[in-house]
T-cell receptor
Framework: ETGVTQSPTHLIKTRGQQVTLRCSSQ?????VSWYQQALGQGPQFIFQ???????GRGNFPPRFSGLQFPNYSSELNVNALELDDSALYLC??????????????FGPGTRLTVL | TQLLEQSPQFLSIQEGENLTVYCNSS?????LQWYRQEPGEGPVLLVT?????EVKKLKRLTFQFGDARKDSSLHITAAQPGDTGLYLC??????????FGKGITLSVRP
């Protein structure tokens, strides 16, 4: 069984640029959630994808967008990067059946630095 | 908005000591989860408590859910350096969203 993987591990961008982060969900999981973890903070929910559609969103602006693919992998896109976007971005996959959500498993994260 | 406050924020203790840390909210949660996160890794689920007053043990870790389901505690007996990490509590919201506290950074010195 393959766990949740994320790429890249680290990334450095400058203000105004765009970034794409990738996540491969754990085998058998159909749902992916993205979280932003700033230094010294707990993870904050960005959004969740289920059946290739956004299924819930946290308090993040529209320049944060995502995709889920038929194989349940996912991308997080951030446009017009700001300094405050510097954080660890975590992807978590889970199995949702009949509205019931099972445990979320987290990937190791992508460390994004915006200069 | 459901908020989870964790205390203390930082804790540094000697190997062998006992400790208790807390997760509090003014909101009722259907369940609470505790995670441990190590540097360079994502959070790993330790336990989920569901019933008010519930106590769960995981080796030297004891988790308790408050009777009113608004708070939880984690007690570690005879802490070891391997217990070092960031301890996060989290509660479920709509659409499987997890609301996390800021976490407790624990350092256990040999």
């Amino acid at each position: 069984e393959t766990g949740v993987t994320q790429s890249p591990t680290h990334l450095i961008k400058t203000r105004g640029q765009q970034v794409t982060l990738r996540c491969s969900s754990q085998s058998g999981h159909n749902t992916v959630s993205w979280y932003q973890q700033a230094l010294g903070q707990g993870p904050q929910f960005i959004f969740q994808y289920y059946r290739e559609e956004e299924n819930g969103r946290g308090n993040f602006p529209p320049r944060f967008s995502g995709l889920q693919f038929p194989n349940y992998s996912s991308e997080l896109n951030v446009n017009a990067l700001e300094l405050d976007d510097s954080a660890l971005y975590l992807c978590a996959s889970s199995l949702v059946i009949g509205g019931r959500s099972y445990e979320q498993f987290f990937g190791p994260g992508t460390r994004l630095t915006v200069l | 908005t459901q908020l989870l406050e964790q205390s203390p924020q930082f804790l540094s203790i000697q190997e062998g000591e006992n400790l208790t840390v807390y997760c509090n909210s003014s909101s009722v949660f259907s369940s609470l989860q505790w995670y441990r996160q190590e540097p360079g890794e994502g959070p790993v689920l330790l336990v989920t408590v569901v019933t008010g007053g519930e106590v769960k043990k995981l080796k030297r870790l004891t988790f308790q859910f408050g009777d009113a389901r608004k708070d939880s505690s984690l007690h570690i007996t005879a802490a070891q350096p391997g217990d070092t990490g960031l301890y996060l509590c989290a509660g479920p919201g709509a659409n499987s969203k997890l609301t996390f506290g800021k976490g407790i950074t624990l350092s256990v010195r040999p």
